[in-house]
């Protein structure tokens, strides 16, 4: 068989260095490259165009979801296998909606990077199990989520992701030049509209539907 082409994309070098020994280990798979960074990673795709990408989210200069928006439109041959921390199924949905084949916890066991790998080499799709029945549960319900997005108005959609970003109803009221009374109107209009009836709720929407970055 030919050899699989790995890129290792993360910025911590001893996590590049344990996924690289674990990796290496792997027949018919060979690592062409470490990236430190998402505008390293986004560069060594197009210079070497890969078969396949171990990339982090939490990058500095480009994050691992600005690489895959990137390569996806560029380079939607190669491959890509998000590992990250994150165990939020928000995280999972975003990454394959995004382009992502497959995507793995840091914390999985290392037969679990190799049975990710062959699973996308063949041209399917990997989630980890601790998050694939949630995930995919959540994942069909995008079209019916998207129809609750499309119905808010252009300004509580505003709201809703200044919201997501951790502003204060004071904050939110500065930054629109608006009374602090008028946001609270939105924000319950907009919850209401959404059927979420907690900040926490409409944080983890906001995160699912792509209006916020999830570092």
Known sequence: MPLTRVLIADDHALVRAGIRALTERIEDVEVVAEAGNGREALRLIKELKPDLVLLDISM???SGFDVLAQQAKEFPEVR???LTVHEAEAYAI???RHGAAGFLL???ASVELEQAIETVTRG???VSPELSKKSLLEYGKASTDRVRLDSLSP???QILKLVADGLSTKEIAGHLNISGKTVETHRAQLMERLNIHEVAGLVRF???MGLVDVE
């Open 124 to 126: 399917e799709t990997y």
């Open 206 to 208: 906001a995160i699912k």
């Open 155 to 157: 300004r509580q959609r």
């Open 106 to 108: 840091k914390s999985a």
């Open 80 to 82: 890509v296998i998000v």
């Open 94 to 96: 975003r990454a394959i």
């Open 60 to 62: 500095p200069e480009a």
